[in-house]
């Protein structure tokens, strides 16, 4: 079933040019360093030239490790964080170059689904009123019509009977359920795209899945766009179409999510996968295979390619040097690899 | 015929006292361990597996309700050692801990040399400089250089305080280590680091492991045995052959087929309601309520029934 | 809402917050007795009345409730007038248009002290010729004392205890003595007690002439409360210190409290170098002499309560809470829940009221509590250093005249302990109720 889906899925992004809905070109996200209030001691190189393109009803993945620069990439595409170069578009639309009123409407038009359900979540406020507040800041006034919308947006996210939810706390629902307010409230406000980080790493096991599945019917069923952010590559397949690979700010391969799995050419990518468990009495015998070391630091990242300190098959005077540029390497599949750079396929070097 | 298990538990029962009741954490749990082999308790959120470490290790919270049953170490029943002995000799000694978020739990005060080096010195009476001297062979064993031994905390990253506390667990050398959730906050190359750390421990020092986790996907990593909790109780037991390619008890196939996987697109199930409170558990099989396989006998509770040296508490294997 | 019930359940279970609960709850009640039963201005008029408005109150009388706790009884001060019949008045005409009015007064002595003084008021009516008086006193003992004969202008006090001819013809420097005890034993006088009784024959001269006489008696102890130098009864500024001592407290804990919270969180939010700025401030204010800069104040421009008032709470915001709830703005700013609100479009004035101060409440709530007490304490401790509100009465203005008038070194301890017990138990009630508070809503403090 979910197969199908996702083949159609892929079929179909090939017969049609669907719209681009956002466009991230040359992104750079550079967090300054004070000291003592005034002299700089550098700046931490959260996201460094990434680009990339979310289609209209398109569910793709970053994934990466923690302090790959996900987050500061997500906080930027939200708004929440000032680019310090390149460009967010939105439908053609800068999205830095928003005045106020613009970057109110910009801020309903994407819906923020967080990891820790319970933080996300005021505690001292009720789920009516966890609801009712960005439809108030988004300006509808009639209180009618408002818990019309929460009521419905409920029934959506299956927190029925209604009546029992509208007037709990967040601690007196389970991680599930709080998951399922944050998602009604990230939609409440009819976006075109939602930005999920790590929305179910927090969850038990089997409420993962349902949340899942909620996500991807709220897709289906609203055609969204969902930027879906994770470090587990096994949810990967059940949730999304193409998958961009991050580390240390930089983005080092993406593709559609089979191209991937059946031929990742990135080292860092192939050990995520190979560290990556499917539940296998097997796996007990075996030890894996884990790059030495630990992710860089962004406030001084290796010259050249991130990961040449710890990849196995690095070249040594091109790797260190650098940077290695995107090669596509199979119809919609690029990566930044020096170890590619002889299998450009005939679409040629992206510059 | 059965060669002497390393571990026995039989019919633990730990019950706290609450403000809303009494909670039944542990309902008459029994399992068993052998040497050198490594078993995987796995449950979701408030099943009781937490509690049950704790009841194995003797370290109870004020509020205790009731704390009976018999734990055999090594063919010896350490129930009815005083507090003072079991501290002495068993706790640390004999079998260690590593809690939950143990990286978080260091003492940011305090060099991770002085911090491994304290169990030696307090169970097994050495002074500083042997216990240190003990520190730097258990960082070599989890792989943690020994420059780090004056480090503080903060200066490490996370796999790399997990592995501290993985050694002050092992620094008296204990026969059997019990994890809880050990890589639950860490990322992929991380925990497969960790893994690859407590196999070669497991190999090299010949320990047993009793892993706590609701991570069924990588619990894999380290399995030879495999128990399920639900309710405060264990419904599953066997090896993990078995029970990974095919398990016996209904909610032990339903939390299978919610493992996504990355090697094979399956259709991802998941279990409707909610788990019951253990403050009042229903009567009869506790997992009735949820399972698709119920049927009228399931009012009453099952007994323990084996079916070729696994354990289910299911009616559908009565034989 | 339901938070605030459920804590008040929890509220209860402390045996500690429900003695605080109970004080506090006290003393609303007395404050509101005291605002009741002596609307302001009236309280104002006695405190600041005179010789007219408490003449008949004796000076540093301790409260009558001491004659409980000893051996030794203290003559009770009392009153009595003719005008209104406690001092009964027979009047006769006589021979050419004289009228004859005689007085008669009885009254109890049970007491083995004697009093201050016995002063008698007269009121009298007439033309050209003064009424005549004459004044005996009758003893249990059945002796007759005349006390004094003569003539009554329109008004006249006469006092008995400093009257010289009474002091002859007594041979007594202390009348009182005299008047009450044996006069054969005059080595250790012990007053004789029975039913004494006061006798006053007056003639009028005139046919409209009128005599009227109020007798005041001075004992040794009046009141419930006693009286200070200047004759007022303490019950009016111990009532009245209750209201005047909770609006101070409270308005100034609630005032600080709240400002703080908002400045703190403005800081917090914006940071900058509006954050910087407030901070400075405050590490200016904190090394500034609070207590000397309300003296400053009180000095030279105006003791008005008002003014100290303000100048307490706008120097008490930029103190050591400003960093406190900094501290926990900033801790708050980064939360989820408000970056989530930040992606949805909340404005930055509606992420400080709406999500942020919420949460600072349960914190607030028990500081705020625990702070009453030291306010009240500082006004106290202005009043007794003489820059009280001059108008008021307030328990640290009974401390300052007791001060100043040597209540210590006189023995005069009711005067001083009374406001102080007050003080005290202010203090401990809210205390007590601010220490509960602070368990329950802080329930890291909690034992297990």
Known sequence: ?????????????????????????????????????????????????????????????VVGESGCGKSSLLKAILGLHKPTSGTIEYYDKNISELNTKELKWYRSQVGYVQQDPFGALPPFMQVRRILEEPLIIGGISSVSERLDRICRMMEEVKLSPVNDFLDKFPHMLSGGQQQRVVIARAMILEPKFIVADEPVSMLDASVRVEILKLLRGLQEKHNLSVIYITHDLSTVSYFSERIFVMYAGRMVEKARVQSLLRNAGHPYTNALLAGTSDPDANNAKTFKEVPPGEPPSLVKPPEGCRFFPRCSQMIKGECDVNIPPEIEIAPAHQISCWLHKQSQSSAGIIP | MTEEKLLRVENLILHFRTGSGVVQAVDGVNFDLGMNRAVVVLGESGCGKSSLAKAVLRLLPRNVASYTGRVFLDGKDVMPLTDDEFRQNIRWVAMSLVPQAAMNALNPVLTVGEQVSEPAMVHLGVNKKEALEMARKMFHHVGVSADFLERYPFELSGGMRQRVAIAMSLVTSPDLIILDEPTSALDVLTQANIFNVLKRLKRELGLSFILITHDIATSSELADDVAVMYAGQMVEMGDAERFFSGPLHPYSKKLMASVPRLRETKELEFITGQPPSLVRPPSGCRFAARCTMRFEKCIQEPPVFEKEERRVMCWLYQS | MKNLKNSFNDILQYPSAIVGLFIVFLLILLAAYAMATIPYNEAIRLWRGGEEVWYQNPKFAPPVWINYFSSKKLPVSFGARSADGTISKVAKLGAQNTTTYNFTYDFPYNYDGYPQDMILYFKTSFKEKKPFVSIYLLTPDNRKIRIGDFGVARTMTFRLSQDEKLKTR???????????????????????????????????????????????????????????????????????????????????????????????????????????????????????????????????????????????????????????????????????????????????????????????????????????????????????????????????????????????????YYWILEPAVLLMVTGLGFAMLGFALDRIFNPRLREM
């Open chain 1, 1 to 61: 079933m979910f197969t199908e889906l996702v083949t159609k899925k892929e079929e179909r992004s090939e017969k049609h040019q669907r719209e681009v809905l956002l466009a991230i070109k040359n992104l750079h996200v550079w967090f300054e360093l004070r000291r003592w209030g005034f002299s700089h001691a550098g700046y931490v190189r959260a996201v460094d030239d990434v680009s990339f393109d979310v289609h209209k009803g398109e569910a793709i993945a």
């Open chain 3, 170 to 412: 007594l041979k007594s420097q202390t009348p009182m003595v005299a008047l009450f005890s044996d006069p054969i034993n005059t080595a250790d006088p012990t007053p004789i007690k029975g039913k004494y009784q006061l006798v006053i024959d007056s003639v009028a001269f005139e046919p409209d002439s009128n005599i009227d006489v109020e007798f005041v008696f001075h004992g040794q102890v009046s009141g419930w409360a006693g009286t200070d130098h200047a004759r007022r009864d303490l019950m009016v500024p111990l009532l009245w210190g209750a209201p005047v001592a909770l609006a101070f407290g409270l308005i100034a804990s609630l005032g600080t409290s709240i400002l703080t919270m908002i400045v703190a969180a403005i800081g917090a939010f914006y940071g900058g170098w509006l954050d910087e700025l407030i901070q400075r401030i405050t590490e200016v204010n904190l090394v500034l002499p609070f207590l000397s800069i309300l003296i400053m104040v009180g000095t030279f421009y105006s003791r008005s309560i008002w003014v100290i008032l303000s100048v307490t709470i706008l120097l008490s915001i930029f103190t050591g809470g400003i960093k406190g709830y900094r501290a926990i703005f900033l801790q708050v700013k980064e939360s989820t829940y408000i970056e989530a609100a930040r992606a949805y479009g909340a404005s930055n004035m509606r992420l400080i009221f709406v999500y942020m101060i919420p949460r600072m409440i349960p914190l607030l709530i028990p500081a705020l509590v625990t702070s009453v007490p030291s306010y009240v304490f500082l006004e106290a401790s202005l009043a007794v250093l003489g820059l009280g509100d001059p108008v008021l009465p307030t328990w640290g203005k009974i401390i300052n005249d007791a001060e100043g008038n040597g209540a210590l070194y006189k023995g005069l």
